[in-house]
């Protein structure tokens, strides 16, 4: 290690100076009298007094009752929490900047995430990342960062990105960067694929901790999977599952996003014994479950209305995060600790109605009291991330196959999974067209990148679509753009709109947009307020209703069309993948073999 | 951080290997059946068997009852547990290299230790510690390392060596370093000096831990130190006050040394709730301890025998401890962990039958069964330490003063604490002399790091000795040549005997050699085995008897004569220091102030 490697959290003179305050012989900058803390070291509650040195909690005890300070706030018996951390969050399914996303959970008490960047490093690979990382500078919210660790996803599909080795080293160097991101690819973590095994090792190697991501493995996988040096799971959906990956090492992640939820599932295994080996994650949420559920501190919230008792809760929203991650001087609120507090008015509802966030009050009754700092970053990386090839109706063409039916994808409402359904298709002149009648409409995956310019056009049933055409640029995990569409020409504007918006949401009817969301940032953000962000979502959402859509969530559901990792059937700009034996596959349904 | 300041823990082979194991691919190294596992993870106890490939645990479960291995071992049902981890050791208290420590330790279910060469660091400086961890490579114990923060203990004494700053730094490099070691001047912590703040953020800059040092220190005192950064305590003697710094932040350290002995007091704190923040140590522990109840499975065998649940008390011993220091792989028995493990014949007794180190069996039925690697080492900085000024009889005269009584030092039995006492020497020809009818005897400190040739003259009263002399080369913190001695030749016959053994302990009458320890590593270390050792030490009590000492454990006691940061009265080679106002006194016992 060099010098110049040396990181520093804080400073000489701010530690002297909390000495100083501590001792006795220096003023504090704030007092917080009569505190009823939620202690999450001991999982006790103190009636004591806290006292601060600038960014840094300078003393706690009943000794600081009268101390000089600067400033002093009587609690007045009030609650005193560590600011909660996120332990893993994609910021980018809020849709908005990590600035929109602090002013949205810093007011909760939430003053860290962990977040992995997984939909920016896609389209805009390391540049996005560096991107995000400096957008998040100076934002009143710890914003920590895994890499990306699977980008691309699949070799079926064209990223913006390719994330390999060199570049997660790279990036893995950065002091805010805390690890690699949940490695998704289990089945080729336990088939002991080397890139794969290479890239949880390179954390390590770091110092820093390999992320995981193992839904439903157990047994013998679960064991292959965690002897690669994973550290953790945040895909439990039962106790059992929860129970297993607890008792094999895993850092069990509870997960309450807005699709997955799993917070009432694994509750019981939030006890004092294993509360260092629990920690709280949102994982994804909508921006509008962001506005009216909150972030991790949903979970808080839930669990202790659940009966966990506060402290306990609390821990495992904050101190056990900040341990996972080797977080220093983060997660409690004790002498040396940066002074990330939230003051809770009503604990059984986890009321936040005052948050300071290094020592700064930062968020009073639900709003943030200070200015998200005006981003002083160069936004090169990520905008102007929409290139979309010529697009004529003869792109969206799908020639009437020999075999009598074709392959056609139905979303699972309110879930990520797709199946796969057989059809007879509606022919018009030796051309598959779509049939509202029969509730098939065209689904198109445009590569956006400007790498390839490919195009794959398919059926998808279930949206309810009577007219128009929806389309995102939001596509798991490749993010190229997807439409759908019961109009081949409204498809076209849907696609020319979005980038001439350089992103976001469209509906179209008649060659004319109904609604829109522009996500000029990737094509996956904005930096309006979450819920300016919320409504204009309720606004498309309805003009998807006016057009027939019946499916709900549709933009989410036209999201993850392009998902090739999760079953069953998907449309990438390759063309159709089923996800079972994880290969592309042809339009017609007699074909089994595409490649 | 540039790729060749990358550390490796493991290889990807051995990773590769690991999950191939788990999954089922290859054969493991050895598989351990029906073993009932100490789960310091949750807390649980299972049945279950554990497959190791190589040098990792690869799966652990029910699933490998009959999986392939070159070598099934059926434990029927005996407990396994994960290799103990001692969290603050001082080695050379044991009087032996780390080699023969680990000999005597390993056998035990002890795997690892961090140790703080605080010792060999004021006699040898960088040189000294390098060599420490040298010596200990290749070891089947773990030798972690933290890096003294107080060398020397006070400007009031001459040590080897000096660390500064500079010197931490390099050595905090090291891929085998954790940690600054305990900042024992708590009391310029507390006042803010720079220097010690220092050190302490230094740790924390390169991702290790700054340890604590803070006997009986609480309240406003106890914040201040912890708002330092400082995230450790060893010193706590009573519940309360482990209690308060529990709850302060501090992980907690529970020790039990030879003279220092903690656990009963703290017991009562170690609750499955604040497990996490509680960790075994020993600190320093005699060679007949070590031998005779253990390192640091005494403290778990201890808290077992006591009422606390195996796999608590466990967890104390090993994870939590693996966990402070951030020991990524170590401390638990799980998939992608070292196969670092204990088979326990007895809980109720914490009887340790067989030890694996990383996956070899290294010890079995309470002997060690692999050797020790021959070190290929250059001993150089730790040789040839003795360097003594001309030894007359003029060096160690005492001018009678003036003053009618004068200070004498006298230990407090079985502690490191001196006192204090006021006595009218007795006088002949001008001199003060040493009078066995009075019990007391000359305290000469020689300086021996061959820097000033100093030589520090008192009285010590409390050894009983009627003839000859005493002498050591540990001599706390400075380790110059302490004697004590009723005739002046033999102190003098004592001191050139121990240069000429390039350091140890010796008992000489009436110029003859009794009996003597030879410590040729620093004056402090020898790499003889713990039992010869202690036999030895038992043969040099013999000889002190034999001179008329009734004091207990006269060596020791000699060794902390010197230790000027202890209360009351010392001796170093710069004279008598009365530790309370921290200064050097005079002899004559009027005299108030002597500089």
Chains 1, 2 share one sequence.
């Not at 290690?1 to 804080?10: I, Q, R």
């Not at 040195?53 to 005193?80: S, W």
């Not at 300071?356 to 936004?379: M, N, S, T």
Request: net charge negative; charged share 25%.
């Amino acid at each position: 290690m060099k010098p110049e490697d040396v990181k520093a959290t804080v400073t000489l003179d701010e530690v002297r100076r909390a000495v100083a305050v501590a001792a006795g012989r220096e003023a504090g900058s704030l007092l917080l009298k009569n505190a009823t803390l939620l202690n999450v070291l001991t999982q006790d509650i103190d009636d004591t007094h806290v006292l601060l040195a600038g960014r840094l909690i300078a003393g706690v005890g009943p000794d600081y009752a009268d101390a000089a300070a600067d400033e002093v706030v009587d609690l007045g018996g009030k609650h005193l929490a560590p600011g909660l951390i996120d332990g893993h969050v994609h910021i980018e399914s809020s849709l908005v900047t990590p600035g929109a996303y602090a002013a949205g959970v810093v007011p909760r008490g939430v003053t860290a995430v962990v977040c992995d960047p997984h939909e920016i490093g896609n389209v805009a690979g390391v540049p996005g990342i560096e991107w995000l990382l400096e957008r998040s500078e100076r934002l009143p919210l710890d914003v920590w960062v895994t890499v990306p660790s699977c980008v691309p996803s699949t070799p079926m599909e064209t990223a913006g990105a390719t994330l390999g080795l060199a570049e997660i080293a790279g990036v893995l160097a950065h002091r805010r960067v805390v690890g690699v991101a949940e490695i998704m690819s289990f089945p080729a973590v336990i088939a002991g694929d080397e890139e794969n095994l290479a890239k949880a090792l390179l954390a390590e190697q770091y110092g820093k901790t390999p992320e995981g991501h193992a839904p439903g493995v157990s047994g013998r996988d679960l064991q292959a999977y965690l002897a690669s040096g994973i550290g953790s799971d945040h895909e439990s959906t039962t106790l059992a599952e929860g129970q297993e990956k607890l008792r094999a090492g895993a850092f069990l992640m509870i997960r309450e996003g807005s699709v997955t939820r799993n917070l009432d599932a694994l509750l019981p295994l939030v006890k004092p014994e294993t509360s260092d080996r629990i920690g709280f994650v949102t994982d994804d949420r909508l921006p509008g479950d962001v506005c009216d559920e909150g972030g991790v501190d949903f979970l808080v919230r839930r669990a202790i209305a659940s009966g966990v008792a506060p402290a306990l809760a609390v821990r495992c929203g904050s101190w056990s995060t900040a341990r996972h991650y080797r977080l220093v001087r983060r997660g409690a609120v004790a002498p040396g600790y940066f002074a990330d507090l939230a003051v809770v008015d009503d604990v059984a509802n986890y009321h936040v109605s005052r948050v300071y966030k290094e020592g700064r009050l930062v968020a009073a009754d639900g709003k943030l009291c200070v200015d998200i700092p005006e981003p002083q970053v160069d936004d090169t990386p990520v905008r102007n991330t929409v290139h979309l090839p010529e697009l004529s109706a003869e792109r969206f063409r799908l020639a009437a196959p020999a075999a009598p039916t074709v392959r056609c994808i139905r979303p699972v409402p309110y879930q990520v999974l797709t199946e796969e359904v057989r059809v007879t298709p509606t022919v018009v002149g030796g051309e598959v067209v779509a049939d509202p009648t029969r509730d098939l409409a065209k689904l198109v995956c445009v590569e956006r990148h400007g790498h390839s310019g490919d195009v794959g056009v398919g059926l998808v049933t279930g949206f309810g679509l009577q007219r128009g055409a929806l389309a995102s640029t939001v596509g798991h995990d490749h993010h190229n753009l997807l439409a759908v569409g019961v109009d081949d020409e409204d498809i076209r504007v849907a696609c020319e709109r979005l980038e001439h918006l350089e992103g976001g949401f469209v509906a179209v009817d008649r060659g004319e947009v109904l609604a829109e969301l522009p996500l000029p940032f990737a094509g996956l953000l904005t930096d309006r307020p979450l819920k300016e962000v919320s409504d204009t979502l309720e606004r498309l959402d309805a003009a998807a209703r006016e057009l027939g859509v019946t499916l709900p969530a549709p933009y989410m559901a036209l999201s993850f069309l392009g998902l090739a990792v999760i079953p069953e059937l998907r449309l990438t700009d390759q063309g159709l993948v089923d996800v079972r034996p994880g290969r592309l596959v042809s339009f017609a349904a007699e074909d089994v073999s595409a490649s």
